[in-house]
């Protein structure tokens, strides 16, 4: 069975940084495509980003693109967004997903949650 745990999340100051990380107990480039979503309270999940699983495609959410980074470390089977100049509407619960490589911003191509991590940017 596949299992996912995100780490990294925290509180920041508009302005700061924050890398959350992806574990995926069974990730090889063969195997998944890998997203990160968020979900602020009384909002829909959102895509923020995705990485296929062969590493050298990349997806982001407009509201985010020039600010976060995914990248993925097969060798620790985990997967990384760096996220930078962040601004209070990036706060959030942070999960990331594998699963298909399909529509990538569509939750339904992704089989397996994470319980995700907070995010917590302040004025």
């Known amino acids: 069975q596949v299992q996912l745990w995100e780490s990294g999340g925290g509180s920041v100051q508009t302005g700061g940084s924050l890398r959350l990380s992806c574990g995926v107990s069974?990730?090889?480039?063969?195997?998944?495509?890998v997203g990160w979503f968020r979900q602020a309270p009384g909002n829909k999940r959102e895509a923020v980003a995705r990485i296929h699983r062969s590493g050298t495609e990349t997806n982001y959410a407009d509201s985010v693109k020039g600010r976060f980074t995914i990248s993925q470390e097969l060798a620790k089977r985990a997967v990384f967004l760096q996220m930078s100049s962040l601004q209070p509407e990036d706060t959030a619960m942070y999960y990331c997903?594998?699963?298909?490589?399909?529509?990538?911003?569509?939750?339904?191509?992704?089989?397996?949650w994470g319980q995700g991590t907070q995010v917590t940017v302040s004025p």
């Open positions: 069974t990730y090889t480039v063969s195997t998944y495509c």
């Open positions: 997903a594998a699963g298909g490589c399909g529509v990538w911003n569509d939750d339904a191509t992704y089989n397996h």
